[in-house]
């Protein structure tokens, strides 16, 4: 019963996180004569390769975050150690390590030299119907209900259990990965830059546990 029947409140506070931003440039240049010489569209194929490389620097940067992340919050996440390779139990107790602190699992990043064990479950890991799919496919998309991510920037033997993003952290986009023309017609060639401005920031750390396995 609240004092003189006035009705309970709950005030909510917070901070406001600006995290820095930075850019990302990913230049590429095509020989003229290279593009009658070559049975493929090699102006597409350029372009998707600056797009891969974009996407290679972002997740260099995602892990240089999770690694500064985890070295500092060992006392409420220590890491995890696995003796089993990526069995069940290794990647039970990495997943338990956010979720003791009544955080949502959201994915398990990992490279796919982690992934190749998953994928030599039998069937005393998974059903007939599971097993068939991941012969079939070849994939594996999720476990307990947590998506499973293969990088292959991750180092070999580590596993990160990351939270919900948004009980982890942010990742402002100032700019949108755009490409512009970057010609030099004295060398005869065709060019392009990638470029896009983004952020990254963890704002609760104990949203991601990280694990070793042999």
Known sequence: MSKRGKVNEWNVEGEYVEPTTWEIFSPAQIRLSQIQQRRFNILDRTQEK?????????DDQFLALLNTTTAANTTNNPLTTG??????????????????????????????????????????????????????????GQIWGIDIIVSRRVTKGQVYAIAEPRFFGVMPIRTEMILMPDDNPKQATIGYVGYEELGMAAVVSNGVAKGYHN
């Not at 600056?50 to 972002?58: A, G, H, V």
């Not at 982690?114 to 079939?136: H, Q």
Request: charged content about 25%.
């Open 50 to 58: 600056i797009r891969i490389q974009t996407q290679i620097q972002e």
């Open 83 to 140: 003796t089993s390779g990526c069995d069940k139990a290794f990647l039970n107790d990495v997943t338990a390590v956010i979720m003791d602190h009544d955080l949502p699992c959201y994915g398990l990043l990992m490279r796919f030299d982690s992934f190749k064990d998953i994928r030599g479950w039998d069937n005393t890991d998974l059903d007939p119907v599971t097993m068939r799919e991941i012969l079939e496919t070849g994939l594996y």
